[in-house]
């Protein structure tokens, strides 16, 4: 006969959430943490991440472009994209193809309490090379002191077959329980007065939940969709209370609790609309 395993503890429970559904629910705000976005990839300042779209063009650094250069030189050098003579190297062609010949380019914008975050992704067929500034582990988390890296951003290379799992991890998507608010729509000012303040006032007449999510570390994000007007598609990562799909109506702004799931595949949906031009299907 096979032996069943019984747990010799039962596991924490998230406490709003128990209380608020009325039956025990385990705690889950604590995963976010064991999966993180992490890179070995150099970190690029401005004029670094512009020599690396340069030589993804035209395979190697010119003469000329050497005077003046040599800090950003040494980091691609380091990180084994050219060789001695500013050529890329075999892997570097390999990494600074989706910069060459994008098939689709996609761009997240982010902030935490004032601080401002980014991730740039190009596309090839078959792999996807990032810019990535601090994720949604850094900035959003009480424990984590972000490393001196302003006004850089971090490169890494992945495969198509692992890019959602990684933008998930950069974004903080992660399970959570589904908690809605109310109100659930307030004006935009006292959103982001909360967004620049984490001990700004609730809205009037909030309900627990409410007071729950407000209470957690924020990461509100943004995949462009338009690159023109700057329009696209923005999300509240509420910490322990989930996922908020954020939508501004002139004045006016509108919490809508989604579940994690929701979240991950709505973001599949809108990178794969962006990589295939076709319009996103996601409800």
Do not use: C
Request: net charge negative.
């Amino acid at each position: 006969m096979t032996e069943m395993y019984v747990p010799t503890r039962e596991p924490s429970l998230e406490e709003v959430a128990s209380r608020l559904a009325g039956v025990p629910l385990e705690r889950l705000s604590g995963l976010r943490a064991k999966q993180p976005f992490a890179s070995d990839g150099p970190w690029l300042d401005p004029a670094a991440a512009s020599m690396l779209h340069r030589v993804a063009q035209n395979g190697r650094i010119g003469r000329l472009e050497r005077s003046g250069n040599g800090p950003s030189i040494k980091v691609l050098a380091d990180a084994g994209l050219l060789d001695s003579a500013g050529r890329l190297t075999a892997g570097g062609r390999v990494i600074t193809r989706p910069l060459d010949q994008p098939a689709a380019v996609l761009h997240f914008r982010a902030s935490s309490l004032g601080q401002a975050t980014e991730l740039q992704v190009w596309l090839d067929g078959t792999n996807a090379l990032m810019l990535a500034g601090p994720s949604a582990g850094v900035l959003a988390s009480p424990s984590e002191k972000p490393a001196d890296t302003a006004g850089k951003l971090q490169l890494k290379f992945v495969s198509l077959h692992e890019l959602f799992p990684v933008l998930a991890a950069w974004l903080g998507i992660s399970p959570a329980w589904n908690l809605p608010v109310s109100p659930a729509a307030f004006p935009v000012e006292i959103l982001n007065e909360r967004h620049r303040d984490s001990g700004a006032p609730l809205p009037e007449g909030a309900d627990e939940a409410l007071a729950y999510a407000w209470s957690q570390p924020w990461f509100l994000w943004h995949l462009v969709m338009d690159p023109a007007t700057g329009e696209g598609v923005g999300y509240l990562n509420a910490g322990g209370a989930g996922h908020y799909r954020v939508v501004a109506d002139e004045d006016q702004a509108t919490l809508a609790s989604i579940p994690s799931a929701n979240v991950y595949r709505h973001l599949v949906d809108l990178v794969e609309s962006v990589r295939f031009q076709r319009p996103p299907r996601f409800a």
